[in-house]
């Protein structure tokens, strides 16, 4: 058969069959080549070999997404036909693996301020890095100026080859992946240094408080960083979110500040328009509260241009999955995996009691508006980083961004969240009941002493 001439009937008659429900696909099954995506392989192959076949099933692999839900209902009702232009082809989260086109050559080594504790690991990782993995060293300009590493002169030839930046620094072309030593806001500091574009994988280890994100243990740095350098090991995608603040209600209708073809890999930015005052991308959460006001904020909410409902409270918590367990979860919020595409919005002390923390999906496009006849201004805090004050007649624009965080898992996506879970929130940590000794025990609603 020749593979070029007839693949788009192939193709077309494949997913017409997976469409009717008549056969479904597994892509742990098959691997990808070198040049496509998981789903590009598992479409190519899968649908070519089970196409001739009637009805030939072939058997699907655990899977995070539930199973394709079925296009018919009843005799006579069925799904529209989607054309394949508006087709998203999502990959199943299970089957995302880390692998590097070429080896990395550089790496930014973030570790927590403020801490002597760090210093020692620090040194030993950079040390390993630059001497045994021959790896280009990047550290934050003020790192080399600490007393601990300028005073130790067994460091100073290592000292003496890192490359340093200063926040507000364009970096995004000089890393190759990330090291972070210390709690969960090394991990949201990273993600705030790469505004612009992608964000190079991220392995983080925890030595800081709390460490929800930081799955990694120390003890055995160079074997998960070797690991991590050979490829396939899992990752977990967190989404982040885009938030524009503009100066009246005039927004433009491009997404993203990106045309559509960026989504493919081509990206051509469009000029910032003249009424945008701040744009940022979080990890975390966007929040929007009264600021040092002692009255209510009154904020009025949009999705999709539909006005949904007014704010009173204190506030307002736009979160990605992996903000769920941060601010909104304090706030009452529930805790969304971070491989569930959503976005969760919470009130903070909102002045109703009906008023509950809901999911949305993520593709939607939310406003945030503080109407003209409120009493006082709101402010805008991301990931608790520049806090901006939005006056009256000012709009927040919050949209899921195309460039998620791609953090290297210790064992997979679900195990590591709810070891988190587990280790750092005690989640549903209680002691558990007794059960009942045979001295007491019950013979049909009576103890064995009263039914003798």
């Known amino acids: 058969m020749d593979e070029s001439g007839d693949f788009s009937r192939i193709y077309e008659r494949g997913m017409s069959l997976v469409e009717e429900g008549n056969v479904s696909l597994d892509c742990d099954d098959f691997r990808p080549s070198s040049l496509e995506s998981n789903t590009d392989c598992c479409r190519r192959r899968s649908v070519g070999q089970m196409m001739l076949g009637p009805r030939r099933v072939i058997r699907r692999g655990r899977s995070i997404y539930a199973p394709t839900p079925s296009t018919t209902f009843g005799p006579k009702a069925c799904l529209k036909k989607v054309p394949a232009s508006q087709i998203m082809h999502v990959t199943d989260p299970s089957s995302q693996l880390l692998t590097w086109k070429v080896n990395a050559l550089s790496v930014l080594v973030i570790k927590k301020i403020y801490d002597e504790s760090v210093i020692e690991p620090f040194k030993a990782l950079v040390t390993f890095l630059s001497k045994e993995k021959n790896l280009v060293i990047f550290v934050e300009a003020g790192v080399q100026k600490e007393e601990s590493i300028l005073n130790d002169d067994h460091f100073t030839s290592i000292r003496n080859k890192m490359k340093t930046f200063k926040e507000g620094d364009d970096i995004t072309d000089k890393i190759d992946f990330i090291v972070c030593l210390g709690g969960d806001g090394t991990l949201l500091y990273a993600s705030s240094l790469f505004q612009e574009g992608s964000v190079p994988p ?251």
Not at 217 to 228: C, H, L, P, R, T
Not at 240 to 264: K, V
Not at 323 to 338: K, V
Not at 392 to 415: H, N
Request: net charge negative; glycine share 6%; hydrophobic share 35%.
């Open 202 to 452: 991220v392995m983080a280890f925890s030595l800081g408080s709390l460490g929800f994100l930081t799955p990694f243990e120390f003890d055995n740095y160079q074997d998960s960083i070797n690991a991590v350098l050979k490829g396939n090991s899992s990752v977990t995608l967190r989404s982040r979110l885009n938030s524009h603040i503009y100066t009246d209600d005039n927004i433009p209708n491009n997404n993203h500040n990106y045309d559509h073809d960026s989504i493919f890999g081509t990206e051509h930015k469009l000029p910032d328009p003249p009424n945008l005052k701040v744009k940022f991308q979080v990890l975390n959460e966007v929040v929007i509260d009264r600021g040092p006001s002692p009255y209510l904020s009154n904020l009025d909410l949009y999705l999709d241009n539909r006005h949904i409902t007014t704010v009173q409270g204190d506030g307002l918590i736009i979160s990605t999955p992996t903000g769920s367990t941060a601010y909104a979860a304090a706030a009452g919020a529930s805790m969304i995996h971070p491989n569930v595409p959503a976005i969760m919005i919470t009130p903070i002390c909102p002045h109703s009691l009906s008023f509950r923390p809901i999911i949305i999906p993520a593709g939607v496009e939310l406003k945030i508006m503080v109407p003209p006849d409120a009493r006082h201004t709101a402010w805008v805090s991301h990931d608790g980083r520049s806090r901006q004050e939005i006056h009256k007649g000012w709009a927040v624009r919050i949209t899921t961004s195309i460039y998620p965080v791609a953090c290297v898992c210790r064992r997979d996506q679900i195990s590591d969240w709810f070891d988190s879970l587990a280790e750092c929130l005690h989640w549903n940590v209680r002691q558990r009941q007794k059960g009942f000794t045979k001295t007491c025990a019950i013979n049909n609603g009576k103890s064995e002493s009263e039914s003798d």
